[in-house]
């Protein structure tokens, strides 16, 4: 089994900064991608950004120039710097691992936009 542990959301005003941590533990294995999606009331879930094994990433056009996912020393922890935040960007963050045709989820964080 993996666990997935998410951190770092909160109030941030419009234009403001945030960096989300998710570290996973268990059974990771070796090869698998991990990423950020969202998801905002009423909406269906998101990607916002993936990195693969060899580092490769992917962003969704929203956050692209605002946002950047990076991998700790420990490949088992990913970030997600925010920049420029805006309101549409308020929603519960979930970190995701994807390991052959499984699929793990975190519990989410909440990030909120607003003055």
């Known amino acids: 089994q993996v666990q997935l542990v998410e951190s770092g959301g909160g109030l941030v005003q419009p234009g403001g900064s945030l960096r989300l941590s998710c570290v996973a533990s268990?059974?990771?294995?070796?090869?698998?991608?991990m990423g950020w999606y969202r998801q905002a009331p009423g909406n269906q879930r998101e990607l916002v950004a993936s990195?693969?094994?060899?580092?490769?990433?992917n962003y969704a056009d929203s956050g692209k120039g605002r946002f950047t996912i990076s991998r700790g020393n420990a490949k088992n922890t990913i970030y997600l710097q925010m920049n420029n935040l805006k309101s549409e960007d308020t929603a519960v963050y979930y970190c995701?691992?994807?390991?052959?045709?499984?699929?793990?989820w975190g519990q989410g964080t909440q990030v909120t936009v607003s003055s």
């Open positions: 990195i693969g094994n060899s580092g490769n990433t």
């Open positions: 268990g059974s990771i294995g070796s090869i698998y991608t």
């Open positions: 995701n691992l994807k390991r052959s045709l499984v699929t793990f």
